[in-house]
């Protein structure tokens, strides 16, 4: 009964390949998120997709695409993976920010991601 | 631009000790305030918010936050610290206009000693 899930929980590759996580989420909101966290434990959100609509797209690589199938997956590819994207990423969602605008974010448990 | 200081990189307190982690924001209007800890290996669980209203807030685990506008403050504090509340506390701050976007502080990170 978790309630937002990623997958995998780890993952190491190498450099130059392209990879991707998955989110889900069963608590039926509309917003998903993604953030990083680099190795200093520093939280930044990258993007945000409301009902499968990109609300929030922050300054990233374009190596980095977010793909929303439903508004209960948010799935996040990264092309040519370099070392600096090593980091924890976390998936996120919260009820409409559209319509709500004091939700909360839960959160998944994060993937951590090692490029070598 | 919005910001969140948390001017204690590491805190060290003793089991049944109070506790005290400092929040500071940047933000013209009323923010939206958060709490969340992250324990080692995993993900951020919510501890407690502040939307409007009373200005102390209760959490889960025994925690409580004070939202002081004139401080532009919004300190977590616990009583007694049990050893399992070891972990990474982040405070965190939204828009109420910027759909649900969250900007962090850096974090402070809490060591309990017996």
């Known amino acids: 009964d978790t309630a937002v899930s990623q997958t995998p929980k780890y993952l190491v590759t190498q450099m130059g390949n392209d990879k991707s996580i998955k989110c889900e989420q069963n608590?039926?909101?509309?917003?998903m998120y993604w953030y990083k966290q680099d190795s200093k434990k520093f939280l930044k959100i990258m993007f945000s997709?409301?009902?499968?609509?990109?609300?929030i797209n922050e300054t990233v690589p374009n190596r980095f695409s977010p793909k929303s199938p439903d508004k209960a997956h948010l799935n996040l590819h990264i092309n040519s993976l370099e070392l600096g994207d090593s980091a924890v990423y976390f998936c996120?969602?919260?009820?409409?920010?559209?319509?709500?605008?004091?939700?909360?974010?839960?959160f998944g448990q994060g993937t951590r991601l090692t490029v070598v | 631009a919005q910001s969140v200081t948390q001017p204690d990189i590491h805190i060290t307190v003793s089991e049944g000790a109070s506790l005290e982690l400092r929040c500071n924001y940047s933000?013209?209007?009323?923010?939206?305030l958060f709490w969340y800890v992250q324990s080692p290996g995993q993900g951020l669980q919510l501890l407690l918010k502040?939307?409007?209203?009373?200005?102390l807030v209760q959490g889960i685990k025994g925690f409580e936050a004070e939202f002081k506008r004139s401080q532009s403050s919004f300190n977590l504090r616990k009583p007694s610290v049990h050893w399992s509340d070891a972990a990474e506390y982040f405070c965190?701050?939204?828009?109420?206009?910027?759909?649900?976007?969250?900007?962090f502080g850096q974090g402070t990170e809490l060591s309990v000693k017996p």
């Open positions: 502040y939307f409007s209203g009373d200005t």
């Open positions: 996120a969602s919260s009820q409409d920010t559209r319509r709500l605008t004091n939700t909360e974010a839960f």
């Open positions: 608590l039926g909101h509309d917003t």
């Open positions: 997709y409301n009902n499968k609509e990109l609300i």
């Open positions: 933000y013209g209007a009323t923010p939206y």
């Open positions: 965190a701050v939204s828009e109420n206009n910027q759909g649900g976007k969250l900007i």
